[in-house]
């Protein structure tokens, strides 16, 4: 992981914030986000890109990076907001509102991607930034094991078809399921292969 953040508190930023989304390619369920602030010089060798990591990984290190952040929020656009505005503004609405729960407010923003959050905090984007940077690893760990956590809570709202398997990704027998069952109440219905 390049340091990031030591380079932004080089430049007088005291508390940089990584921000990340999990939940873009579903199509069923929330697009989830998170926002972390470490202290100056953290380090954690097991934080990183949380498509790297196993479900256990991700879940034994949610908890590690709520308790070592200095500030950590999670926040979520609902799948009615994603039909609304589209995939990508509710992904940054998603990313906004974490950056607005943080408990002590940033002064600088790494964001994944290549698309600028819409707030007036100064903000770098970066390519692969789950990758490359800690705490946009940490938010991406946050967001992908809230929303697992969510769709596993959906999978027993919504029986029969398999959230808690694929997550709301299109897998066969995720598509199987809306062909025979038809949408759910969480489904995106803007989406490909939810409506017939």
């Known amino acids: 992981m390049e340091q990031f953040e030591s380079l932004a508190r080089g430049r007088g930023f ?27 010089g953290y380090l954690h060798p097991g934080i990183r890109d949380s498509k790297k990591l196993s479900p256990a990984q991700r879940e034994r290190l949610f908890p590690v990076i709520d308790r070592e952040a200095s500030a950590c ?11 609304g505005i589209n995939i990508l503004r509710a992904s940054l609405l998603a990313m906004r509102r974490a950056v607005e729960a943080l408990p002590s407010p940033p002064d600088f923003l790494f964001v994944d991607g290549n698309q600028r959050i819409p707030c007036g905090i100064s903000q770098e984007t970066l390519i692969r930034g789950d990758g490359r940077c800690l705490s946009i690893a940490a938010a991406s760990i946050l967001a992908k094991v809230a929303r697992d956590r969510m769709m596993g809570e959906f999978d027993r709202l919504y029986p029969g078809y398999g959230f ?10 995720h598509l199987a399921a809306i062909r025979r069952l038809g949408p759910s109440p969480i489904h995106r219905r803007t989406f490909r292969g939810v409506l017939r």
Do not use: M, N, Q, W
């Open 14 to 40: 005291l508390a940089p914030a990584g921000v990340d989304e999990a939940g873009r390619g579903p199509l069923a369920g929330p697009v989830v986000a998170a926002a972390v602030i470490f202290p100056p």
């Open 73 to 83: 929020a999670i926040a979520f656009a609902t799948h009615e907001e994603i039909d």
């Open 164 to 173: 808690s398997v694929h997550k709301g990704y299109p897998t066969r027998d």
